[in-house]
């Protein structure tokens, strides 16, 4: 699967139309907002703030040093796949006084991205853990930072304690390419899960 940005085709007058929600989750300065920049269509809403002297206290910058903002609410971006298929994504704020926005966030998502900082990986634990309780399909896209050790993608898996068929990523999401393989990686894991969930009998 594949898309372009927004480009669109011919859509059938008896199509309904069809939106795609996508969660891009992750610890505080991951790369949520940057991911979301790349790949949308339109210009994207975000809802940044310069860190304050008191934030800093509950936000740790070790690692992210050069970090000045910090996402409040969410950032929003869509993509155009054809005139009745459309894509919207929905980024996270990364910081713990933020989660109680996460359920109303991921309410009516297909799944989510998980952005890792392989400098801070232990950031990314509670978004990982949020979907899987709540049984949500996801991926985990390691964002390569310039300058931070490179790992294997199963070496990433095991530290996580990721399930075997949770694809892990490496990616440069200030890369629009990069950045778009990432959403094409967590549709398809998401329909095969659909599809194996119906083969079952399952209901989703």
């Known amino acids: 699967m594949g898309f372009g940005g927004s480009e669109s085709y011919g859509r059938d007058p008896g199509e309904a139309p069809v939106t795609i929600k996508i969660l ?9 907002t ?18 304050s002297g008191p934030g800093a206290y509950v ?18 971006g869509r993509i155009t796949i054809r005139d009745n298929l459309v894509i919207y994504l929905f980024g996270t704020p990364g910081q713990e ?29 509670p978004s990982v853990d949020f979907f899987e309780r709540r049984r949500l399909p996801f991926t985990v896209a390691v964002n ?31 890369q629009r390419s990069s950045a778009r393989d990432v959403l094409v990686a967590l549709i398809e894991h998401a329909l095969q899960g659909l599809q194996r969930a119906r083969a079952a009998g399952t209901h989703v």
């Open 97 to 125: 006084r933020f989660w109680f926005m996460w359920d109303e966030l991921a309410s009516g998502a297909l799944g989510a991205v998980v952005l890792a900082d392989t400098r801070r990986l232990a950031d990314c634990f």
């Open 59 to 76: 936000d740790s910058l070790d690692g992210v040093e050069r970090k000045s903002t910090t996402t409040v609410a969410m950032d929003f």
């Open 144 to 174: 390569c930072f310039d300058g931070a050790r490179r790992y294997h993608p199963e070496d990433v898996r095991a530290a996580l304690d990721l399930d075997p068929g949770v694809p892990v990523i490496l990616c440069d999401v200030r």
């Open 24 to 32: 891009i989750a992750g610890g505080f300065g991951a790369g949520k």
């Open 34 to 51: 940057t991911l979301v920049g790349s790949v949308t269509e339109i210009r994207a809403l975000r809802t940044e703030e310069p860190l």
